[in-house]
């Protein structure tokens, strides 16, 4: 089985904003009918989001849905394990990133994840769905906490992915904008950055091969990077073909070349 990871950098399922998007996630499990876990830890286990999902995956995508609640059930380590091994997709929900990856590796659930990966089930999401399977992701994890005086975070995830990534960068959060602070993240650590718009996504293939998808014609997908002080930022063309891994992680300005996009 291949292994396959699909992040999403955001969108609406309630308004099937992300469907062309979420078809392909369903084609890519090979079944009919896959089974689709999700899992919502970063809504804090949210029942109007299951009741979305349930509804958006189960009747109008035909998967057979079911939930891991973590917070609110605590299931045992054997229950858990069950859910997530017997998965033909695991999506994960949005919300507090930090809250999700404190609480799956308390409870080993990032192990178990990687398992399922090697094992081919297909691993999704978006927004903090989509920032748990790369090195790192910027985050607006602290503005759950402190909703006046927050700022934005880089969060460790999984590491299934190489960069640190940035969900809705084309949005914000309580009024502060993601692209250019996440430029300025990048400016101070360095390292590849993996910025993808609102109803765009990337396809990962045996951590070979990708493509990115869109459900819009103005969402897109950039690859951010430090060059002798100054931010290139690339757009990371959508081509019906996979392409090979190593042309999204290649930096391909020259230092004359490097821009700072305002």
């Known amino acids: 089985m291949p292994k396959v990871i699909v992040v999403i950098g955001g ?42 999902v349930k509804e958006y995956f189960g009747k109008f995508l035909k998967c057979k849905t079911d939930v891991l609640f973590l917070i609110k059930e605590q299931p045992s380590r054997e229950q858990i394990q069950r859910k997530i091994s017997s998965a033909d997709i695991i999506y994960v ?5 930090l809250l999700m990856m404190c609480l799956w ?7 178990l994840l990687k ?23 910027h985050s607006d994890s602290m503005s759950f906490y402190n909703p006046r005086k927050w700022k934005y975070i880089n969060v460790r995830g999984l590491g299934l992915l190489k960069g640190i990534h940035c969900p809705h960068y084309n949005s914000m959060t309580r009024g502060i904008p993601r692209r250019k602070h996440f430029r300025d993240m990048i400016r101070k650590t360095g390292g590849l950055g993996i910025a993808i718009e609102n109803n765009c996504a990337i396809e990962f293939i045996n951590g070979q091969f990708y493509k990115v998808i ?13 060059s002798r002080g100054k931010v290139a930022v690339e757009k990371i063309h959508e081509e019906e073909q996979l392409a090979p891994i190593e042309s999204l992680y290649r930096r391909t300005r020259s230092a004359n070349g490097t821009v700072e996009d305002d």
């Open 214 to 226: 869109s459900s819009e014609s103005y969402a897109h997908a950039y690859r951010i990077y430090k």
């Open 11 to 52: 969108g609406e399922i309630r308004t099937r904003g992300t469907a062309p998007i979420d078809r392909e996630i369903v084609r890519l499990a090979k079944k009919k009918n896959p089974s689709l876990l999700f899992i919502p830890t970063a809504s804090s286990d949210s029942d109007r989001y299951w009741k979305q």
């Open 93 to 97: 929900g949005g919300g507090n990133t």
């Open 115 to 137: 398992a399922a990966y090697e094992d081919g089930t297909v691993l999704a999401g978006i927004s903090a769905g989509s920032i748990c399977w790369f090195d790192s992701g």
């Open 105 to 111: 590796r308390r409870l080993g659930v990032d192990k």
